[in-house]
């Protein structure tokens, strides 16, 4: 089979695939369980996580963990009993706090926990939770993720893990809610010698244990980290380096770690990482984990955001596993690109909410157009955006269902960019649009965890403009504007154009764009009643409505009486 007509129907399946699954979630009914997880309780509200230091031993041969987590906190309020999680298939087998061995019930993957004593507000506490187990295993990673157990192409043991949407709490204890991510985390990883476990930041140590020939791998993140991001790399590794130069000529550690046998493949596909690091300075500021250092890990899947420790699964091709996901001829390694994008979209600037996932992923995809206009050209980039328009479903809206621990529609990618593209147009003023999508991860919510309403204040107060229902409309919705619009001769070459919005949402407001003669644009103002304005055309058919520079639809009404 042609390998383009076999890329297409593969992406077309992935589409349909990611939009019947999302469908089926927002279907539906919430349970218990899925509130324990997802919803901010006193139990989780009563404490703020600062510091995890996580120890796990993995058996190999088993494919089972065990190790603990020692959780530092400070005290919100007073509290008694705090809620921390671990799935039910992993068990618990003591948690110790000030020397004593606490009571705790289990209520699903909840597990609530009786302090020794009231925890006052404004102190400082701990808490140490041993357990072990077998966890979960991926089925179809990244996306339904755990533990890929596998081996390398030289039948070697190659173990990665994944888990965003899951939860850090498939396989360690933690306080699994994405709106207190841990100040910094150290995890210590023992594995067979022979094997190297590369993890998230910095490499503090290397332990080597000659009773039982293991080694033990000691990781420190100096920043906070999404939980999901922590992940273990278990592989026959080897490991090369390069520096970046920023703008203000301090030095960025770029460390890639690689199956032994594609060394010289890795040397060749990361010489994209610093144009595109560069790219990225220039939009969206610093690389944001400077202290700690940019590296890729490859990994038995695709691809993951997992922060300073990016899993990259590419194969080292061009594309999206070989494929031009654009379908326009580009020839860069969409994994490094996107998953890169993470860095500042995800795990810098955080969602506290799994149902604002869209944060993420709609900033990271648009920041791909970004990589695109600085490696090509705005014109390629403009066609790169709206490639993208046929592979959205607008069946659901990308906004999920909050205190549920549920993201919204897989649209939140390709949508999602169509959504931040049609706002640079809509606020068209380009120093102002690139000031105010850097000012938003280089400032204002840099290493923090926001929400929905936090980004709609930002843009409104940010563009001086009132773009509540215009957020509303592309991301709490299914379908998307729907310009109606007609054009009437008046006299000579004079004609009456007449337009207005069909949304959902109420009140609704938003400028498009209409050239008269492939050179002359007008920027006008659309509101949900009919507006006029006349404009001045050759021929009727010089008329042009710009939706490249915008994600809606269009209908034109040649009869005014049948107009909607």
């Not at 230091?53 to 987590?69: R, W």
């Not at 009773?211 to 993140?221: E, G, L, M, P, R």
């Not at 490696?375 to 390629?380: C, L, Q, R, V």
């Not at 009140?507 to 006349?534: E, G, Q």
């Amino acid at each position: 089979m042609n390998h383009k007509i076999f890329g297409f129907i593969l992406l077309a399946f992935f589409v349909q695939l990611t939009n019947a699954q999302s469908l089926l979630e927002q279907r539906k009914t919430f349970t218990r369980a899925d509130t324990l997880r997802g919803s901010l309780r006193p139990e989780r509200t009563c404490f703020d996580v600062t510091f995890y230091e996580l120890s796990v031993k993995v058996d190999t041969g088993a494919q089972t963990i065990a190790g603990s987590n020692r959780i530092v906190y400070k005290t919100v309020t007073d509290f008694t009993k705090l809620q921390i999680d671990l799935y039910a298939n992993m068990l618990i087998d003591s948690i110790m706090a000030e020397g004593k061995v606490l009571k705790y019930k289990r209520e699903f993957n909840a597990i609530f926990v009786d302090m020794p004593r009231t925890m006052k507000t404004g102190e400082k506490g701990e808490l140490i939770a041993y357990y072990h187990g077998k966890p979960t295993v991926a089925k179809r990673p990244p996306w339904d993720g755990g533990f890929t157990w596998t081996t390398d192409d030289q039948g070697r043991f190659w173990l990665g893990v994944s888990c965003e949407g899951m939860g850090a709490s498939l396989w360690w204890p933690c306080k699994d809610y994405l709106g207190d991510e841990p100040d910094s985390v150290r995890v210590m990883c023992n594995v067979p010698k022979g094997l190297k476990c590369v993890l998230n930041g910095i490499l503090e140590a290397e332990i080597q244990h000659p009773a039982d020939t293991t080694i033990t791998y000691s990781w420190k993140v100096n920043y906070p980290i999404n939980n999901y991001d922590i992940s273990l790399n278990i592989g026959n590794y080897v490991h090369f380096s390069d520096t970046y130069v920023a703008d203000d000529k301090t030095h960025l550690a770029l460390d890639y770690y690689v199956l032994d046998y594609n060394l010289k493949k890795a040397k060749e596909q990361f010489l994209q990482v610093k144009p595109m690091l560069k790219c990225y300075e220039k939009y969206l500021g610093k690389y944001p984990f400077w202290m700690d250092g940019y590296a890729l890990v490859e990994t038995p899947y695709l691809g993951m955001e997992h922060q300073e420790a990016i899993a990259y699964g590419n194969k080292y091709q061009s594309g999206y596993a070989g494929y031009d996901f654009s379908r326009i001829g580009l020839d860069f390694d969409y994994i490094i690109i996107h998953e890169s994008a993470h860095e500042w979209w995800g795990n810098s600037v955080s969602c506290k909410d799994l149902a604002d996932m869209w944060i993420h992923e709609s900033f990271a995809t648009y920041t791909e157009s970004i990589f695109v206009d600085c490696t090509y050209g705005p014109d390629t980039a403009l066609m790169y955006i709206n490639a993208k328009k046929s592979t959205v479903g607008n069946k659901a809206p990308i906004v999920g269902t909050y205190g549920v621990n549920e993201e919204g529609d897989g649209d939140m990618y390709n949508k999602g960019m169509l959504f931040l593209h049609t706002l640079r147009h809509v606020v068209n003023n380009d120093p102002k649009w690139w000031s105010i999508i850097k000012g938003m991860c280089d400032t204002t919510f840099k290493m923090k965890t926001i929400g929905y309403d936090d980004v709609l204040k930002y843009f409104n107060d940010k563009t001086g403009m009132n773009l509540t229902a215009v957020f509303d409309q592309y991301l709490k919705h299914a379908k998307i504007p729907l310009l109606q619009y007609n054009l009437k001769k008046d006299k000579g070459n004079t004609y009456i154009f007449s337009y207005k919005w069909k949304t959902d949402s109420k009140d609704f407001l938003m400028p498009f764009t209409v050239s008269t003669d492939n050179r002359t644009d007008h920027h006008l103002n659309a509101t949900n009643d009919w507006n006029s304005t006349t404009i001045t055309l050759e021929k009727e058919n010089d008329l042009r409505i710009r939706d490249d520079l915008g994600y809606f639809n269009t209908t034109r009404y040649f009869n005014m009486d049948k107009a909607k």
